[in-house]
């Protein structure tokens, strides 16, 4: 067969495929991977997901350990305050993780035994493991190929007498369609309980995430756009669910007992119902209260980041991630292409050579149904959720912090470009 002839002015060159060239590309000896020089020093190792910390923070736990007052206490419940005043929301309850967050959900939302829960299947396992520790059982939905998130209408058509709620997955960053999602439990009566661990800054329609739904779920883990080492958040509208949160989180002890050694004297408590030891310490909090201060400055640095890569990758072989529309105010959490699947490489291979290069990289996620945990306990497989499947495959994360500066930024975008071909601009 004659290959099409390339148009007037069109450079020859360029009828090489970029599969070939890029599968090429990473046999070349100038790759850190086979013995070439790194763009980044092994000593100099870009960590993925630094957090950017300062000496607010610092300064913070200092405190704490001074006023020798370092589990939960007076700073934890400012935090509570300042984190429900930023999002807009009437209560916050902090916990020690988002994991602990939405255990806690599905317990206050009575979920249990011969319960259903959709969950996405592109998503970090805890999602899927709160609904198992509450003894229900998830169903995974697959994910819409642009956004990455929960595809509403194939949860629509997995929706069976038993389930009870859905917890969208805010990925990225990107806010999920919950007027869509809004619509679909009202109309066949679902709870609906927000996983916002990557979303604090999200807005949809100006609304924020984790306010639509009954419960919103906050993860402050070491990577997450707001740390506190481990901790994590819930939001709720009512009053009598917040009582009821702090409670389980502390042993299922009657409120306030953390109070019980302060200066006011010893306070008996009770143990009114079976709780977990999911509390917050002030030792977390002190971080992130200066952490929550500095959170819109570091959006708009991952915003910005973001911006950079979206240019200078726009013509390697990637899928890159889409812009979000107009009414979305997208968190910029984590910085997804995927690796095309004709480009001559696999994104195994991408993420060995940037390894080597020097640059930190991670891969969010490989879908859930392809997890032994779930294919042997729940019969799981590839094709309840192909496209989160092929997402899995080809999905890589770049680092995407405030903590990183230009010279970091530029060394990702060369690194990138060493792999997967391109010339060595940098933008
Ligand atoms: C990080 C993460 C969690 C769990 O958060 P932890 O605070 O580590 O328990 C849950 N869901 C998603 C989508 C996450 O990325």
Same mark, same amino acid.
């Given at each position: 067969m004659k290959s099409q002839s390339p148009k007037s002015g069109e450079k020859t060159k360029k009828a090489v495929p970029n599969r070939v060239k890029t599968a090429a590309l990473i046999q070349s000896k100038s790759l850190a991977l086979n013995g070439g020089k790194p763009v980044r020093n092994p000593h100099d190792f870009l960590l993925f997901g630094a957090p950017a910390l300062g000496r607010a923070e610092i300064a913070g736990v200092v405190d704490s350990m001074r006023r020798r007052w370092i589990g939960t206490g007076p700073k934890v419940a400012r935090f509570e305050k300042e984190f429900a005043e930023y999002q807009g929301a009437e209560y916050a309850v902090a916990v020690n993780s988002c994991t602990a967050a939405l255990h806690l959900s599905m317990v206050a939302l009575g979920l249990g035994p011969g319960d259903e829960v959709l969950v996405p299947a592109?998503?970090?396992c805890a999602t899927a493991n709160a609904v198992l520790h509450a003894g229900a059982t998830p169903i995974p939905v697959d994910v819409l190929p642009d956004t990455m998130n929960i595809n509403v209408e194939e949860a629509e058509q997995k929706i069976t007498k038993r389930t009870r709620a859905i917890i969208p997955v805010h990925f990225a960053g990107r806010p999920c369609a919950m007027h869509e999602i809004m619509a679909l439990a009202k109309r066949h009566r679902l709870q609906i309980v927000e996983d916002c661990a990557h979303a604090i800054e999200t807005r949809y329609y100006d609304q924020p995430a984790g306010t639509f739904g009954e419960l919103g779920c906050f993860s402050f883990y070491? *990577?997450?756009?707001?740390? *506190?080492?481990e901790g994590g958040m819930l939001l709720t509208s009512q009053k009598a669910r917040a009582d009821r949160l702090k409670r389980l989180a502390l042993h299922g002890m009657s409120q306030d007992a953390w109070k019980r050694f302060g200066d006011e004297g010893y306070k008996h408590y009770d143990v009114v119902e079976l709780g977990y030891k999911y509390n917050m310490t002030d030792m977390a909090a002190a971080i992130g209260l200066p952490q929550l201060a500095a959170l819109e400055k570091n959006w708009k640095k991952r915003k910005a980041i973001w911006a950079q890569y979206q240019k200078a990758f726009s013509d390697l072989p990637l899928t890159l991630p889409a812009e979000p529309l107009v009414y979305e105010r997208h968190a910029y959490h984590l910085y997804t292409p995927l690796i095309q699947?004709?480009?001559?490489?696999t994104r195994d291979q991408v993420l060995s050579a940037l390894t080597a290069e020097g640059i930190g990289v991670g891969v969010h996620y490989r879908s859930l149904c392809d997890h032994p945990l779930y294919r042997k306990r729940l019969g799981w497989k590839r094709s309840d959720a192909p496209v989160a499947g092929r997402i899995g495959d080809q999905t890589l994360s770049l680092p995407l912090s405030p903590s990183m500066n230009q010279k970091d930024v530029l060394d990702v975008i060369t690194a990138m470009r060493k792999v997967l071909g391109g010339k060595s601009k940098t933008t």
């Open positions: 592109l998503t970090f070491a *990577t997450k756009n707001l740390t *506190t080492g699947r004709n480009s001559g490489i």
